[in-house]
């Protein structure tokens, strides 16, 4: 564990240390220094050609790092930071291509952590930082997470995630149109984007694939131990036969996860959850699904949750 003024030290000499914010912990560099870039990628194996979110401090600074600041932008913003929704937007020369994989946008995100906005606004460089965990690893919501996930990595400690799962990402495009694309579901809602946006016309899409977002890949915020989505009724012993069977396994034990119903108290407690549960003696985690699982409010859980298991029976 670290105070704000030693990450600040760390920060500033090129290192790599893990943040709170109130979605889930990050793992920061100063986006300056592309020796600490590396550090991130090679401190949670994960491969380059998965962009970073860089975070800021307030709209106007998200602003000297964009090619293009068009006024819907301004109006999200103003609408939703800090808070748990990043604008990808066209990135100008002082964003290195390290952090945007090559693309020629970058993903801006003004966090609602006290702790985290007071280092931004004292170093005045915004913090390149994914989640602080392994690559495909369920995400960490607590600073206890983080040691767990990724020892020998200094933690500010800013207590549990408010959100509890990563950022709603939009894609905001002008030509030749006005466009916004949900690259990523969180729990910014998608129809309070398009609410906010009604005086403007704009071309809404869902779930493009072709553009790399977070979890775009099928495995993602994996447990330790496979999770198993259960969408039927059925004996323990038919379900025990039927996971061996399609995975090729001999399990003899689960361990039943569950989730309360409200949605954001659900996105509070998921990765915790998930991590207590892989924690546990027996070989597989079983989540029965419920129908409230599948209403709107639900998507972006629905989408951590599709991405973490390993089977859908
Ligand atoms: P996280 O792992 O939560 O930090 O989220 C990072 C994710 O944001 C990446 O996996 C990307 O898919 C997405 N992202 C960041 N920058 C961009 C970008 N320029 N274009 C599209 N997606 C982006
Ligand atoms: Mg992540």
Redesign the pocket.
């Known amino acids: 564990m670290c105070s704000e003024d030693q990450a600040i030290e760390i920060l500033n000499r090129g290192g790599v240390v893990a943040i709170p914010t109130e979605t889930v912990y ?1 793992l920061a560099a100063q986006i300056d220094k592309p020796e600490a870039l590396k550090k991130i990628f090679q401190t949670k194996e994960r491969p380059f050609f ?4 860089v975070h800021v401090y307030s709209a106007q600074q998200a602003k000297d790092y964009c090619d293009e600041w068009p006024p819907v932008a301004q109006i999200l913003a103003d609408n939703f930071w800090p808070g748990p929704l ?1 604008l ?1 937007l066209p990135k100008n020369e002082k964003i290195s291509p390290l952090i ?1 994989a090559g ?1 020629d ?3 801006l995100r003004c966090p609602r952590h006290e702790k985290t906005l007071s280092i931004l606004r004292k170093i005045q460089i915004p913090l390149a ?3 602080a965990n392994k690559f495909g690893k369920t995400s960490p919501t607590s600073a206890q997470h983080v040691a767990e996930s990724l020892p020998g990595i200094q933690v500010l400690d800013g207590g549990e995630c408010e959100v509890g799962i ?2 709603t ?1 939009v ?1 905001v495009k002008t030509e030749p149109q006005l466009q916004i694309e949900l ?2 579901p969180g729990m910014v809602p998608w129809g309070e984007i398009k609410k906010t946006l009604k005086n403007y016309t704009v071309e809404y899409i869902e779930g493009n694939k072709e ?4 979890g ?1 890949l099928d495995d993602h915020y994996m447990p330790d131990i496979p999770l198993v989505l259960l969408e039927q009724n059925m004996s323990d012993k038919t379900l025990l036969d039927s996971v061996n069977k399609k995975l090729k396994l001999h399990f003899s034990s689960f361990v039943n996860m569950d989730l309360p119903e409200e949605n954001y108290m659900a996105a509070r407690v998921l990765y915790s959850r998930l991590r207590e549960a892989g924690k546990c003696k027996e070989d597989f985690i079983v989540l029965k699904v419920k129908p409230f699982m599948l209403e709107e409010a639900w998507a972006p859980l629905w989408d951590r949750l599709k991405k973490a298991s390993s089977l859908k029976i």
């Open positions: 990050g998965d962009p970073l979110i990043t990808v945007t693309l946008t970058v993903g930082a994914p989640s990563e950022s990402i894609a690259l990523r553009i790399l977002a977070p775009s």
